[in-house]
Nanobody, 126 residues
Framework: QVQLVESGGGLVQAGGSLRLSCAASGRTFSSYAMGWFRQAPGKERQFVAAISSSGGTTYYADSVKGRFTISRDNAKNTVNLQMNSLKPEDTAVYYC???????????????????WGQGTQVTVSS
């Protein structure tokens, strides 16, 4: 069982930065691939970024590539999402998720993930 708690969301102007954090409970955190997804009002949940269990491989949606960076600290059971050059279209609730058996192909699919956090709101004003 893994419990996930996101933090770091807020209101920022376009072009600004935010750093989201996700704290995980449990002693098996390092066995899970971790992902960030987002959902804007009236839209489907969308993949943002993911990182392998070791932290050696990262994946990004094309819409955030070059602006967002995902990282993890297995000693502290945390995964972070550094978001730079934010745009109004980045506005959404951001969710942290954990996948025990993520595949390279499936890591961007929400069905691959076993545990989810409650989400944190990110609002980017123009």
């Amino acid at each position: 069982q893994v419990q996930l708690v996101e933090s770091g969301g807020g209101l920022v102007q376009a072009g600004g930065s935010l750093r989201l954090s996700c704290a995980a409970s449990g002693r098996t955190f390092s066995s899970y691939a971790m992902g960030w997804f987002r959902q804007a009002p009236g839209k489907e949940r969308q993949f943002v970024a993911a990182i392998s269990s070791s932290g050696g491989t990262t994946y990004y949606a094309d819409s955030v590539k070059g602006r967002f960076t995902i990282s993890r600290d297995n000693a502290k059971n945390t995964v972070n999402l550094q978001m730079n050059s934010l745009k109004p279209e980045d506005t959404a609730v951001y969710y942290c998720a954990a996948a025990r058996f993520a595949t390279r192909v499936g890591i961007s699919r929400d069905k691959e993930y076993d545990y989810w956090g409650q989400g944190t709101q990110v609002t980017v004003s123009s």
